[in-house]
């Protein structure tokens, strides 16, 4: 039974109400109503995974996350975690979290990644794992594609977070399922999967209605489109 995610899902509308967000979900007829996929989201901030399992819920889904050990070991958020049935990543034991992963899809749940494993500061699509590719596969499951954007404005990497900004557009765009299949290369898919993570970011980039105003700092936004974020190049350093 479900006792624990729907009222997190209740509390964290009621917030985005309060918050005033403009939440826009774009192509969740992507998201099967029934059977397991895998969500490969992008990752620009803190929230994502909160944004991310919106694109599931008109479809009438509730998406199990894989997050790391010690939000699990957190002891307000680890019960809320484990009530909501999400998947901890013990880096100790990664063997066990992608089996666990691959049995939830295999027995109908929507599991949500982020392949990318951190936070990208340049706010383009850094080199990603191979895991939700092989999980996908193993499974006979699809793979989605999912980018969130403007939840960056509200608490990121390096940025203190402001919750507290009122009227921020946040934009959940998901994309077309494909299939991996064990005849095809591993590599090459999980650089197809980047691909089609990096087209739908910037085309969800782009889509995006604000800009920022005249004297803000366009932090938020990628170099290549006029921000102050670091280049690919740069954040690459900055993690050495």
């Not at 969500?39 to 509730?62: E, M, N, Q, W």
């Not at 993570?197 to 290549?224: I, V």
Request: with cysteine; charged share 20%.
């Amino acid at each position: 039974m479900e006792l624990v995610y729907p009222p997190v899902i209740l509390g964290c509308k009621t917030l985005f109400r309060v918050l005033d967000l403009r939440l826009d979900v774009r192509g969740a007829e992507h998201i099967p109503a029934s059977g397991g996929a895998v969500l490969a989201c992008t990752h620009v901030s803190y929230l994502d995974f909160i944004f991310c399992g919106l694109a599931a819920l008109p479809a009438k889904r509730k998406t199990r996350f894989m997050a790391k050990q010690q939000v699990f070991a957190n002891r307000i958020a680890g019960p809320l975690m484990r009530g909501m049935h999400h998947i901890p990543v013990d880096r100790a034991a990664g063997q066990a979290s992608y089996q666990a992963a691959v049995t939830a899809l295999r027995s109908g749940e929507v599991v949500g990644v982020f392949p990318e494993a951190t936070i990208s500061q340049s706010f383009t699509v850094k080199p990603i794992k191979t895991g939700a590719v092989r999980m996908a596969e193993e499974a006979g499951v699809p793979i989605i594609p999912v980018a969130v954007w403007g939840s960056q404005r509200l608490w990121t990497k390096g940025r203190p977070k402001n919750l507290t900004q009122r009227h921020v557009p946040v934009l959940i765009s998901v994309g077309e399922p494909f299939q991996p299949s064990a005849e095809d290369d591993l590599e090459a898919q999980t650089a197809d999967l980047r691909t089609r993570m990096s087209a739908l970011l910037d085309a969800t980039q782009r889509a995006y209605p604000d800009k920022p105003k005249p004297g803000d700092d366009p932090f938020w936004l990628p170099a290549h489109l006029g921000g102050t974020a670091p280049t690919p190049e740069e954040a690459a350093l900055d993690a050495h």
